[in-house]
């Protein structure tokens, strides 16, 4: 079974450019939700802080001068969820994803959440695979990071999307969305967040966003109205 694993996960590996002590750490980080009753959910949460903590810290050392809101929005921009998400298509992550048949036949395994998601995910799974050894998961972090470490600056172009959407629609002297909470699922400690945002000039245009928590899934809604918005504007 060991060998089975490690032929299975070889390419992955080496992408990551980490070798398992454990694949079963990487498995889990690799299981949806939808799968079964073990999933990724909890070592999400874990990663997700790391990241948090990684970005942040090599941003403070990168801009000794720089404020404290330019390096928050710069950070929002490293580990917002299309960003993870281009770093697992990078690691073709959806080849590898495990999932229940309802969400492999919706094409759940694509889509940009689940995605990044599971890059925060694996994050945490380096991370206790190591021994929680800070240090081993941080090289890695800024190893994958690192075109976009060289490429980010301070400016107003790192605004996370809603103050993007906001500032538009000011600018434009139109009334700003209105967001509501769809549906919450899961357990308390455990939850996943529906959210639909909609314009109070045209209540028929609206734009639902996934994220586990209120504000990821309010980000993701207001990242796809700015994607139509700029859709609409070079046609």
Known sequence: MGRDLREKYFRLEKSLGYTYKDLGFLENALTHRSAGL????RVEFLGDSILG?????KLFEQFPEVQ???????RSSLVKEPTLADIAKEFKLSDYLIMGPGELK????????VLADAVESIIASIYLDSGRDIE????????????????????????????????????????????????????????????KLTF?????????????????????AASKALQAICSKAKK
């Open 136 to 195: 081993v998961i941080r090289k890695l972090i800024l190893t994958w990071f690192d075109s976009r470490l060289k490429d980010i600056h301070p400016g107003n172009d790192q605004k996370d999307s809603k103050t993007q959407l906001q500032e538009y629609l000011q600018a434009k002297h139109q009334p700003l969305p209105v967001y509501s909470v769809v549906e919450i699922s899961g357990d308390d400690h455990d939850q996943s967040f529906t959210v």
């Open 68 to 74: 404290e809101g330019d390096l928050t929005r710069m």
């Open 38 to 41: 073990i999933h990724n959910e």
């Open 53 to 57: 903590f990684v970005i942040a810290d």
């Open 200 to 220: 109070e000039n045209n209540p028929n245009e609206a734009y639902v966003g996934y994220g586990r928590s209120r504000r990821k899934a309010e980000q993701n």
């Open 106 to 113: 919706s094409g759940g395994y694509r889509r940009d959440s």
